[in-house]
């Protein structure tokens, strides 16, 4: 567990975004500074009333003093309610500074981070940590600003009313912003702690929703509810423990306040007795000591309110500072994948997953004409979307090179790499949306006839204009009313408006019916004309016209050929074709 310094640090770095609502946060100063005068102004203005009644002064006299005492009550409402939309909006616009960078950083990391992540984990970091920094940098911070100038300038006034008794008051002061800063080794453990139980609480819950097919089928809701209550219950522990904790410092402050109270007032009464102060003063004194404590507790707060936004800072930085594994050329290609059809060459390659000690491709050598389609087969885990993954670059081969048009795939930028690849998933991610949007988004800018024209391409538009909306139909999340063949065919649908050279189907046809797989088909030959083309299949019926067939097992490529000379070696594909002839036939 990072130490308590660590934290303050984290702080530290917090406040430079404070750069991005520089004017909000110097308003919002100048505006604490105006509630702090009111309150001053009425602790000077009632003290001076009360030392007109100790000096038996008529009460007209004291009305003008409670006058302004009201003025400055009715100011301080105006001051701080109409404070606190605007302070929300500066919440908002740092909020959102800091999100961008961190949504930014976390693209730029690529799937490749996310596939060891918990995405649970990740949200909840994203949307409520960064919701729990907003106390921070938009309380504290400008809090802080205000009491030391407030308390620059009540220092100063007491220290020319009475120096010896200004200075109990000073010290407390000066004391009471420290006092939380003692306590931080304690409370940030508690709040670390406490953190982490809600993240881990929140990505059960993700975790929950998103297998609920699974759970249901079998039977392990149970279980999981289990689970997820042992998790709420530790939650609510830390919560507790947290709470208990920072009464710790709120308890010390008050004491301290009330001693300095006490001993402002003795102070002041014997000087008053010696003849040094007028009793005008003592009042002042006890007015003002009571006024410089309101702060102070407003102060505790919010460092206790901000401090729950530590260890996101933390687990925020830790993504911030990530180094990438996938780095770009200072000046990358961004042109030869226009010229031609590319082909696809890759020469010694091999590559192991971080998590797993196993390489998942070995020394893999393959060569792809231009416009040609090359299918890629072999048994479950034997490497096939690994080189999918190392083709878009999501990760870097640990040996070898993949040259696609001729150049080294590391010397292209990676926007430019992936706008000349379209792939097909063997599961399409729909984004909530219109139909419309969804399939856009392969080229956001095409306007609704190249949408129409792509669906048709995709033997989707018939299914999209059958529906309530046609392509303006909000489709649920991640497409939940569609079928496979559905989204499979909203998925060529965008690989078609992508309109890229290199085409890429990952198991296109996997998980669909029989006749969803024939319009599937039929699409996909449409479009593999004038590509170079990946097919990475389980079902051999689906390749067998393809150019040249590349066979892997265990991460090696054990043979290459087309359909009929690999059936005439009658190994290792000739065994897959059999094995699944079998089966279709049992
Ligand atoms: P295929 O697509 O042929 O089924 P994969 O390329 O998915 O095979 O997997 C190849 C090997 O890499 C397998 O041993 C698999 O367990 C491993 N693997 C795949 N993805 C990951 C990952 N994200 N992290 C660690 N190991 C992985």
Known sequence: MPSYRYHLGAYGRLVRYIGAIKTEVALKVINSLGVNATYTAQAVLMARAVSLVFSRSPLSALIPYILGALGAVALRGVLSRSFEIYTKIMAAKVKTKIRFLVFDKILRLGPGYMHHQRSGRIQSMVLDGIESLEPFLVNYVPHIISIAITG?????????????????????????VGVPYLTV??????IVSYWRSYASLSAQYVDSLQGMNTLKAFNAGEKKGTELAADALDFYQKQIRNTALSLIDS??????????SCITAALAAYRTDLGLITTGSVAVFLFLGIECARPMADLNMYWHTSFLGLSVAEGLFEIIDRELSITEKEEPD??????????????GITFAYR????????????????GRTAAIVGPSGSGKSTLVNLLLRFYDPGAGEIRIGGVDIRDYSLDYLQSKIAVVFQETYLFSGTIGDNIRMARPEADDEAVVRASKAANAHEFIMALPQGYQTVISERGATLSGGERQRIAIARAVLKDAPLLILDEATSSVDARSEALIQDALEGIMKNRTTIVIAHRLSTVKNADKIFVLDEGRLVEEGTH????????????????QRQATQS
């Not at 620059?152 to 009471?176: K, N, Q, R």
């Not at 080794?185 to 508690?190: A, E, M, Q, Y």
């Open 251 to 260: 308890g010390l402050m008050t004491l301290l306040m009330g001693v300095a």
């Open 152 to 176: 620059i300038a009540i220092g100063a006034y007491l220290f020319h009313l009475d120096w010896l008794t200004s200075l109990v008051v000073i010290i407390a002061m000066i004391l009471c």
């Open 334 to 347: 961004t042109l030869s994948l226009d010229r031609q059809l590319p082909e696809v060459n890759l020469h």
């Open 355 to 370: 998590t797993n000690v196993k390489n998942a491709l070995q020394r893999v050598d393959m060569a792809i004409g231009a």
């Open 564 to 579: 009929e000379q690999l059936l005439v070696r009658n190994d290792v594909y000739a065994r897959l074709v059999n094995a």
């Open 185 to 190: 080794p304690l409370v940030s453990r508690g």
